[in-house]
């Protein structure tokens, strides 16, 4: 396998991404060259602009990346790594991949988090997955004390590494419908991203279907389950005013404010991500 340049080698790879039906080929060819290097996406782009060429060796190992990623692994899942908001996070097999449009939730708990009265407001995080939402709120409000829980055996080690030694944040290995009895009544923000499509949609794409685990993702019957605990527990959890916010799909915003409605909540309103869908339902505890 002789050198050739870096702009053929990532071109070819796109084009073997886009044929197996990868939604950004290019994007991940660069990305997957990058990790090989040890570069940023930028660099690998900045090199290709000036006609670098590349050894025998990383020729064969972007080669073995783009043949996973041909398969549909999960891009994150090859790395180890999924960015979200400020954080690089670590991810793998038995953890949910954080999405984009988490991060335009988790930004309704932090606007609360931030206007709270309190010098050190609670934030509790009910299925962290990854740590994700528990360590964006820790991290860009330092004042508050954050809590997730996680149940899943397999997600539990990757929210602990990811939150290792974030002196305000505490994780627990436990049911969130049972998870910090001792914190009830003090909460100012609840927020979760359950699972939540319906038992019998199976995800269209591979990377979901075949690699996210079934725990984070199914929610019974009309997917729905963990949305009705979540209400309750969260009720008890929060204080007088204080928030709650849920993701969810797209169509099940209006369900989900009958839900909340109908135990109690005030004010339940869905709200659009960047890509105008609705996305997350918040609520007032009374």
Known sequence: MPETSLASLVHAAAQRLAEA???DPLVDAELLMAHVRGARRG???????????????????????VGRRAAREPLQHITGTA??????????????VPRPE???????????????????PVAVDLGTGSGAIAL??????????????????????????????????TLVNEDLAQAFREIDGTASVVISNPPYVPDAAIPRDPEVRLFDPAMAL??????????????????????????????????????????????????????????????ATTALRP
């Open 21 to 23: 039906g990868v939604p």
């Open 43 to 65: 660099e690998v782009q900045a090199a290709i602009i000036r006609g670098d060429v590349v050894g025998e060796d990383e020729q064969a190992a972007v080669e073995a990346l």
């Open 83 to 96: 960015p979200f908001r400020h954080l690089e996070l670590a991810v793998g097999p038995g953890v949910f």
């Open 102 to 120: 988490t991060e335009t939730v988790v930004q309704f708990a932090i606007d609360a988090l931030l206007t709270a009265p309190d010098p050190a």
């Open 136 to 169: 964006a709120m820790a991290t860009e409000v330092p004042h508050a004390r954050v809590y997730a829980t996680e149940l899943s055996p397999d997600a539990f080690p990757w929210a602990r590494r990811n939150t290792e030694g974030v002196a305000n944040l």
């Open 218 to 279: 199914y929610g019974g019957e009309d997917g729905l389950d963990i949305v009705r605990v979540l209400s309750v527990r969260a009720l008890e959890l929060l204080r007088p005013g204080g928030l709650l916010v849920i993701e969810h799909g797209e169509l099940q915003g209006e369900e989900i404010r009958s839900i909340l409605t109908r135990e109690g909540w005030r004010a339940a309103a869905t709200h659009r991500d960047l890509t105008l869908r609705d996305r």
